[in-house]
């Protein structure tokens, strides 16, 4: 089984800070942190382009690679603690800034083929 990964692509209204806001958020989630504390979790930023190569809000993501063979609980562990995370992070950010944070979609792959 190859590294499992968990997408958390941000959509509608999202900018380049709501990104590095909502990667630093899973962060310092602590099971998040422990894992990659101990180099079996890479957290990695995104942003899509558009045909004419401008950053577009609806490409950027944040990708979590759960590296080596992972046990299906701890995978599904990480999926839960991430959107759970997010939740977290939307609620935060309605408390701090004015209108709505964007609308994420949390999705998994596997890496299986």
Same mark, same amino acid.
């Given at each position: 089984?190859?590294?499992?990964?968990?997408?958390?692509?941000?959509?509608?209204?999202? =900018?380049? =800070?709501?990104?590095?806001?909502?990667?630093?958020?899973?962060?310092?989630?602590?099971?998040?942190?422990?894992?990659?504390?101990?180099?079996?979790?890479?957290?990695?930023?995104?942003?899509?382009?558009?045909?004419?190569?401008?950053?577009?809000?609806?490409?950027?993501?944040?990708?979590?690679?759960?590296?080596?063979?992972?046990?299906?609980?701890?995978?599904?562990?990480?999926?839960? %603690?991430?959107?759970?995370?997010?939740?977290?992070? %939307?609620?935060?950010?309605?408390?701090?800034?004015?209108?709505?944070?964007?609308?994420?979609?949390?999705?998994?792959?596997?890496?299986?083929?």
């Amino acid at each position: 089984m190859a590294n499992r990964t968990v997408r958390v692509r941000l959509t509608h209204g999202a =900018s380049e =800070s709501d990104i590095g806001a909502l990667k630093a958020w899973l962060e310092r989630e602590q099971k998040l942190e422990e894992l990659r504390s101990r180099g079996r979790l890479a957290i990695e930023e995104r942003a899509g382009t558009e045909e004419s190569g401008h950053a577009m809000g609806a490409g950027l993501e944040i990708v979590l690679v759960l590296i080596g063979v992972v046990a299906s609980k701890l995978f599904d562990e990480v999926y839960e %603690q991430v959107k759970s995370g997010v939740r977290a992070w %939307q609620e935060n950010r309605r408390a701090v800034e004015r209108g709505e944070p964007p609308e994420v979609e949390v999705t998994l792959d596997g890496g299986e083929r």
